[in-house]
């Protein structure tokens, strides 16, 4: 294992020296401090946004009808999954850091807590790739889209959605070189294990450029036929003087609504992960890595996990209207009180919708 770092705090006792901690941002610490706060701090408050919010998440989307759209609430169950396990995961460096004794030694600690992040913003990265090609699938073939889009296909592309991620990110336990940046809050990881030009191009190519691509192509066809499309339907209304009441845009493209909370949940993500991409690709190509830059890129793009939560509840309002009545539904529980009005009660006292409140 390589020496240890030197705090930017000084002292002249070499025992001193040796038992205080690894820390990435190097800040300073107090005497009696004998941990890094202000990563655990960081770590542990992104840590509880992300369960709690990814809970909800997941616990809306089983109980009451989150998305009109059945399809991709199979990928959006995905993605909450997988950030929730992000969450879950973010308690092993957060031990580290209090130097809380792990199970298994250090190097194996980082190795499989790198993978295990990566292979898992893996899965959300394709499954965002795969709601876009299935938007589009339903704007460009509305009449075939049943017979090509089947509950027997969706879980047959999820199941190789984790299978392909965790294939891309597997030659890091063969010394091929670091997937990322995530398990550096370990000393070894930090000082010890390097990332290589090659398997970073490797990633890239595998992973982030196509999904970057199929987002970039699917989107931009959304949005131009769905303006095409409003555009004929009004100049139809113009030419004909039509008295319906509907407006051309929801009969043109009934989906733009949603394709657009679909596009900001994308949006946010990879404006969040294109800090920790350049600055992986900077390194992997120059060899110079700095620590603190490494850990905000990295906790930034982590705190991905929880944006798409917030972008669930600001954007959707399908999802309010659940998350609105499921309260109710617990609230009333709570009370003892039943209601026979709620439109996602079944019966009073009863499941919602196979959920027990």
């Not at 929730?84 to 308690?91: D, E, T």
């Not at 917030?310 to 209207?321: A, D, E, G, P, T």
Request: charged share 10%; aromatic share 14%; glycine share 4%.
């Amino acid at each position: 294992m390589a020496p240890e770092l030197k705090m930017n705090s000084s002292s002249t006792l070499d025992g001193n020296q040796s038992s205080r901690p690894f820390c990435l941002l190097a800040l300073g610490y107090l005497e009696t401090v004998d941990f890094c706060l202000l990563e655990v701090l960081i770590i542990v408050f992104l840590t509880v946004l992300i369960i709690s919010g990814n809970i909800i998440v997941i616990f809306v989307s089983h109980c009451a009808p989150l998305l009109n759209h059945h399809t991709t609430s199979y990928f959006i169950q995905t993605m909450a999954y997988a950030d929730l396990l992000v969450g879950v995961s973010c308690l092993v460096p957060s031990l580290s850091l209090l130097h809380y004794p792990l199970p298994v030694e250090e190097s194996l600690s980082c190795q499989i807590f790198g993978f295990v992040v990566s292979v898992l913003k893996s899965v959300s990265m394709a499954s965002l790739a795969c709601i876009s090609i299935d938007r589009y699938i339903a704007i460009t073939k509305p009449l075939t889209y049943n017979t090509l889009v089947t509950p027997w296909r969706l879980r047959l592309c999820i199941f190789l959605i984790w299978l392909y991620s965790s294939l891309v990110f597997l030659p890091s336990f063969f010394h091929w070189g670091k997937p990322g940046y995530h398990g550096d809050v370990f000393q070894w990881c930090a000082e010890s294990w390097h990332t290589d030009p090659y398997f970073t191009l490797f990633i890239v190519m595998m992973l982030y450029a196509p999904a970057a691509l199929i987002v970039c192509f699917t989107y931009f066809n959304i949005f131009r036929i769905c303006q095409q499309h409003t555009k004929e339907i009004s100049e139809r209304q113009a030419r004909f003087s039509s008295q319906s009441g509907e407006t051309g845009e929801v009969q043109a493209c009934p989906d733009k609504r949603y394709a657009m909370v679909l596009f900001r949940i994308t949006s946010v993500f990879y404006i969040l992960w294109l800090p920790y991409i350049i600055y992986f690709l900077l390194e992997s190509s120059t060899g110079h890595s700095n620590r603190f830059a490494s850990f905000l890129t990295t906790w930034l793009a982590i705190s991905n996990s929880f944006c798409n939560c917030v972008i669930y509840s600001l954007s959707n309002s399908v999802f309010q209207r659940g998350l609105k009545h499921l309260s109710g539904a617990m609230c009333t529980s709570c009370t003892g009180q039943t209601t026979a009005k709620d439109p996602y009660t079944v019966r009073s006292k009863g499941p919602l919708n196979g959920c027990h409140v």
